[in-house]
């Protein structure tokens, strides 16, 4: 297993405390460390406190700051505003999709998701390669 310097940082905001720890361990079953947020809030401070994230996957529907605030807020900002943001939502409705995307999400998957297609689609918005026979199942 690499270093927690090789592997890529991964922000995880979700209210839902099962959830996020769900990703959290398919993420950590590749070359990723996961941060878990359990608030809007809480994600926007760790990003501005946080030099070093690669990848950011937020929940749309959380307390304090939605993540289609929090997504607005990291497009504001000049350090933040490279770092691909995938949406995560169990509203999986058309207008607010469209606004994510608008903002400029790099992804938006409707909840229950598979967790393989997040790990790959994860791996491969962080610039991980991923051969299909070495994605985590």
Do not use: N
């Amino acid at each position: 297993m690499s270093s927690d310097f090789d592997r890529k940082h991964a922000l995880v905001a979700d209210d839902e405390p099962h959830i996020g720890r769900i990703i959290k361990m398919k993420l950590e079953q590749g070359p990723f460390r996961v941060t878990l947020a359990f608030d809007g809030r809480e994600a926007l401070a760790i990003l501005k406190r946080e030099p070093d994230i690669d990848l950011v996957l937020l929940d749309l529907m959380m307390p304090y700051l939605s993540g289609l605030d929090v997504l607005t807020e990291m497009k504001q900002d000049e350090r933040l505003k490279h770092i691909p943001t995938i949406i995560l939502t169990a509203a999986g409705q058309e207008a607010q999709h469209r606004s994510a995307m608008e903002l400029g999400a790099s992804e938006f998957l409707t909840k229950p998701f598979s967790p393989k297609r997040l790990y790959a689609r994860a791996a491969e918005l962080a610039g991980i390669a991923v051969e299909p026979s070495a994605d985590p199942s």
